[in-house]
DNA sequence: TCATATT
């Protein structure tokens, strides 16, 4: 029915209201079809914009990637369709060697005459530092798969070059994945020169801070920042600073503060907390519970909603005077819990156990644009920012449709901005005036509307 | 620095 050597293609930016069989004619044209798949969520069942597509003869995929890939723009869609070789087909990765223990002045042909009896060559490139020194070692890249496991059998370990420490290695070379898996285990790494304690009690402790602020606990907090992580340093640092310009916890500084996020009335002062030692709080609600309305802070009601326009924490407080000081520290520590840890990956608070108590807010769906002007644009979020924490700093002021954090497919890092939908323009601006500016670590966030689609688009 | 999604 399919070729033994058929290639599975990968079709990307179709829009989400076409199913297979609107699929179909477009690309039977090039042939038989064997199998044609729209991609959907797992549990969700949403489609993800995406399809496989398989054809009985290799011949018809290829002919179909050159006349469609990147040619045509499908309806509705702002970028050109995607018509490749699907993943796993192992973009030709499996027949790239890496051949590490070269000797130092080994040149390009001499690793290639060493390869050569084993098959055909596409590429050999001895790897070199900025200066042209060799590294020590090289990829080859065989015409196919079988040609280089025969390199690899023959040469692995069958020698000791002259310069070398070890004998020979020949392997193939890592894949994409492979590699970016290889940098994230290499920032583990980096953080983990500090013991993990470390860093939980780094978090810890600017959390007690940012609760029962004392000048001497600052002080200590920043001398303690000598012996945290660079990451947990900054934190620290920063909140210190945040406590001390904001006594009521709230970490929000608009560069230009459009809308000034102070205390409603001079009559009733947070700073008295300033004095209070660090009491049995009631728990924090981590991430996953954080909630903008601090009934959810201590389980009881609150007579009025402290976010009135999801900017001024405290504006309703005043009247019926029900917080005490130190529910408005805590309400003020939402924001901290909330963004500071999740900021930073310090995920796991002082009380880990509401962690497993609060259930995961519902797996955040696909991807979705809300309507004109209900989108944000997020850029400089920290590199540790994931899609839920997105979320979480949203969700304060509105109906989030989607919150997503764009991710580098081959490293699965973070690009450090992101979209977030609300399902209305009311709840994005009030999101970009509140949001805009805020300063995270070293860096504040840049919060306005998305471009709209046909934007930058010259006709 | 503006929705890239891989059963």
Redesign the pocket.
């Known amino acids: 029915m399919k070729e033994a050597d058929a290639i599975?293609l990968?079709i990307?930016?179709?829009p989400r209201n076409l199913e297979e069989k609107d699929l179909k004619p477009i690309f039977e044209q090039f042939g038989k079809i064997y199998?044609l798949?729209v991609?959907k969520d797992?549990y969700t069942g949403m489609h993800?914009?995406?399809a496989?597509l398989?054809y009985c003869a290799r011949e018809s995929a290829l002919k179909a990637q050159t006349a469609l890939h990147e040619q045509k723009t499908l309806p509705g869609?702002?970028?050109p369709i995607?018509v490749?070789p699907?993943?796993?087909e192992g973009r030709g990765e499996d027949r790239k060697l890496f051949v590490g223990m070269l000797g130092k002045q080994q040149e390009d042909d001499d690793v290639r005459k060493m390869f050569e009896p084993f098959g055909r060559i596409d590429e050999c490139t001895v790897l070199r530092a900025p200066d042209g020194t060799s590294k020590g070692c090289a990829f080859v890249k065989f015409q196919s798969h079988a040609e280089a496991q025969a390199a690899i059998n023959s040469l692995h370990g069958s020698r000791t070059l002259p310069g070398a420490s070890s004998s020979l290695v020949v392997k193939f070379a890592d894949t994409e994945k492979e590699r970016g898996l290889r940098r994230m285990q290499q920032v583990a790494s980096q953080l983990a020169v500090f013991s993990p304690m470390t860093l939980n009690l780094g978090a810890y402790n600017a959390y007690t801070q940012a609760v029962s602020i004392t000048l001497v606990q600052q002080q200590t907090l920043v001398a303690q920042s000598a012996y945290l992580s660079p990451i947990a340093t900054v934190a620290a640092v920063q909140m210190q600073q945040m406590a001390a310009l904001n006594g009521n916890g709230i970490i929000a500084t608009p560069i230009t503060p459009i809308t000034p996020i102070t205390p409603s009335s001079g009559t009733n002062t947070p700073p008295a907390i300033a004095a209070t030692p660090v009491p049995a709080l009631p728990p924090p609600v981590g991430i996953s519970g954080y909630s903008p309305v601090p009934a959810a802070a201590n389980g009881q009601p609150a007579s009025e909603t402290i976010y009135t326009n999801g900017i001024h924490p405290y504006q309703a407080q005043s009247s019926a005077g029900v917080l005490d000081p130190l529910q408005q520290a805590y309400a003020g520590m939402q924001h901290y819990t909330a963004a500071y840890p999740a900021a930073y990956g310090l995920v796991s608070t002082p009380f880990p156990q509401q962690h497993t108590l609060v259930p995961q807010q519902q797996q955040q769906q696909q991807?979705?644009?809300?309507p004109e002007g209900c989108?944000i644009?997020i850029?400089h979020l920290p590199q540790e920012f994931t899609d839920s924490e997105l979320l979480q700093m949203f969700l304060p002021f509105g109906n989030v449709i989607?919150a997503?954090v764009?991710?580098d497919?081959a490293t699965n890092q973070s690009?450090c901005?992101g979209?977030?939908?609300f399902d209305n323009p009311t709840s994005a601006q009030t999101a970009i005036q509140a949001m805009n500016g805020f300063q995270i670590g070293m860096k504040r966030l840049?919060v306005?509307?998305?471009?709209p689609?046909d934007a930058n688009r010259p006709y």
């Open positions: 599975k990968f990307g930016q179709i199998e798949t991609i797992k993800k914009g995406c496989f398989t869609m702002n970028r995607q490749k699907a993943d796993s991807q979705r644009e809300g989108n644009f850029y989607s997503k764009f991710v497919r690009k901005f979209f977030v939908s840049k306005q509307l998305k471009r689609k």
